[in-house]
């Protein structure tokens, strides 16, 4: 049972360059999440979705946009990469509303 | 607004003393409270969780939270700190209007030998 899979797990980009990150569940989980992790906030909800074929914004949305054609995989993607954009990203799933969210690993991504 | 307050970025401890990290949220409404663990480059863990029933929760390692809804409160504690609990901690609370996950801002415990 692999969990939350998150790809890749280190990333350098440099300035103005696009990518996406990968997060595949294999729990049949609804709601899905993506945040990022900086030093002293915490972790802060970019996207996230209730179910296939949903999105929604969190807290701090702009510079991502997201994707969920499939139930097992959310995407998050960056246009246009910034250094402000330099994070630790965690992608996190779960079943219903009164059950813990299950996390990846994270992807370390450097904006140069 | 929905938020959650984590009182103390950083709490140090001796080893064997007792360990109480704060967590207040926002909510008209009772929330599902979480409490999470982080470990140096790791994702994180779940320690314990209130959804309802028994308002005193106990999780993982020791560790138990208490859901007090006049206060908003969420508070974790462990009786006597090991060296093993240091690492950073996290509260959590879904909020269902939204099906949002709000974390705090984390609070980082070390543990004095």
């Known amino acids: 049972n692999a969990g939350v899979t998150q790809t890749p797990k280190f990333r350098v980009l440099k300035t103005g360059q696009s990518m996406t990150l990968l997060c595949a569940q294999d729990m049949n989980h609804e709601y899905m999440y993506w945040y990022r992790q900086d030093p002293g906030m915490g972790l802060r909800l970019i996207h996230y979705s209730v179910g296939e074929g949903t999105t929604a914004k969190g807290e701090v949305p702009d510079g991502y946009n997201v994707s969920r054609l499939k139930k097992q995989n959310f995407l998050l993607g960056l246009e246009s990469a910034a250094p402000s954009q330099t994070s630790v990203y965690f992608c996190a799933s779960k079943k219903t509303e009164n059950t813990e969210a299950f996390f990846g690993q994270g992807t370390r991504l450097t904006v140069v | 607004a929905q938020s959650v307050t984590q009182l103390g970025s950083h709490v140090s401890v001796s080893e064997g003393a007792l360990v109480l990290l704060r967590c207040n949220y926002s909510s008209s409404v009772p929330p599902y409270l979480f409490w999470y663990v982080q470990y140096p480059n790791q994702g994180l863990q779940l320690l314990l969780k209130y959804t309802t029933g028994a308002t005193l929760v106990k999780g993982i390692n020791g560790f138990e939270a208490e859901f007090k809804k006049s206060e908003t409160s969420f508070h974790l504690t462990k009786p006597s700190a090991h060296m093993s609990d240091a690492a950073e901690y996290f509260c959590?609370?879904?909020?269902?209007?939204?099906?949002?996950?709000?974390f705090g801002s984390g609070t980082r415990l070390s543990i004095r030998p």
């Open positions: 959590a609370v879904f909020y269902s209007s939204a099906s949002k996950i709000i």
